[in-house]
């Protein structure tokens, strides 16, 4: 089994942690994983992309040409990932920064207000987990407990005060898909 994971914004909005999320939830599985990161040229406010695949068997390439799932959070993110996501697959978009004019009736698009509830919530950085939250329930290989774990190992040690901000904001995203 495998999830291969597209996750892009720009810069500042969280990706590569996103991707680190989702790698270190990996690697406390046991699974066989990459975490291929890609930023533009600037730090904040370029592009900034990253893949994930996540395997119970050998990767054979860290490569992803059609994606199960990806996470965009602005509209140029939409325009060039969403067309590499594969026909049954899952999309998440943060629809507080894109509005999708075209849509693909091939795969699941969750269209979740990431940023609103954010600021609802009283941390405008948290999107990129409402979003992690929304796609949770797609992917095979890792759930929340895993998740919770990987942000224990990530957050809980360094920034403790945020380990909470950042787990309620995933567990906001994981309600909206059940709404």
């Not at 975490?35 to 992803?64: F, K, Q």
């Not at 026909?87 to 269209?111: F, K, M, W, Y």
């Not at 948290?126 to 407990?145: F, H, Q, R, T, Y």
Request: hydrophobic share 45%.
């Amino acid at each position: 089994m495998m999830d291969k994971i597209i996750l892009a914004g720009f810069g500042g909005q969280g990706v590569m942690f996103l991707g680190k999320v989702l790698a270190y939830a990996g690697m406390g599985s046991d699974l066989d994983l990459c975490w291929i990161p890609s930023y533009g040229p600037e730090m904040r406010g370029g592009t900034a992309n990253c893949s994930v695949v996540l395997s119970d068997e050998e990767i054979h390439s860290p490569v992803i040409d059609v994606a199960d799932g990806a996470i965009v959070l602005n509209k140029p993110a939409y325009d060039k990932f969403a067309p590499r996501i594969k026909p049954g697959g899952v999309l998440v978009v943060n629809s507080s920064l894109a509005e999708l004019d075209e849509v693909r009736d091939d795969i699941t698009i969750i269209q979740i207000p990431a940023t609103d509830m954010a600021n609802e919530m009283g941390h405008t950085n948290i999107a990129n987990m409402v979003c992690l939250g929304a796609i949770l329930p797609s992917l095979k290989l890792v759930d929340m407990e895993k998740i919770e774990k990987a942000m224990h190992t990530l957050v809980g040690k360094k920034r403790p005060e945020l380990l909470d901000v950042n787990l309620n904001a995933i567990k906001k995203g994981l309600e909206f898909t059940k709404a």
